[in-house]
């Protein structure tokens, strides 16, 4: 069994940042893959970004690309969402998951935190 934590949402102005974290517990935690997903109000869950477990290769959405940054410590088992140049439409809870393989598709993932609300506005 695996337990994951988000935290660090809040509320931010456009332009702002925001670094999201993430714990993990109770599994070897640097061979696998974690991905960050995030779903609005009346939307379905989507793909943010994932970082291999070995290779540390990294995949973003073409919405955050460039402007968030995922990264991994395995030492502290955490992952975090380093999110910059903020817009509105990137308001959501946001979801970290944990893997036997990266994918960008929710159903590969095995394990989900509880989420953490990041709204932008002014």
């Known amino acids: 069994q695996v337990q994951l934590v988000e935290s660090g949402g809040g509320l931010v102005q456009p332009g702002g940042s925001l670094r999201l974290s993430c714990a993990a517990s109770?599994?070897?935690?640097?061979?696998?893959?974690m991905g960050w997903f995030r779903q609005a109000p009346g939307k379905e869950r989507e793909f943010v970004a994932a970082?291999?477990?070995?290779?540390?290769?990294?995949y973003y959405a073409v919405s955050v690309k460039g402007r968030f940054t995922i990264s991994r410590d395995n030492v502290k088992k955490l992952v975090y969402l380093q999110m910059n140049s903020l817009k509105p439409e990137d308001t959501a809870v946001y979801y970290c998951?944990?893997?036997?393989?990266?994918?960008?598709?929710?159903?590969?993932?095995?394990?989900w935190g509880q989420g953490t609300q990041v709204t932008v506005s002014s």
């Open positions: 998951a944990i893997g036997v393989r990266v994918s960008t598709n929710h159903r590969d993932y095995d394990f």
């Open positions: 109770g599994r070897t935690f640097s061979s696998y893959a």
């Open positions: 970082l291999s477990g070995n290779s540390g290769s990294t």
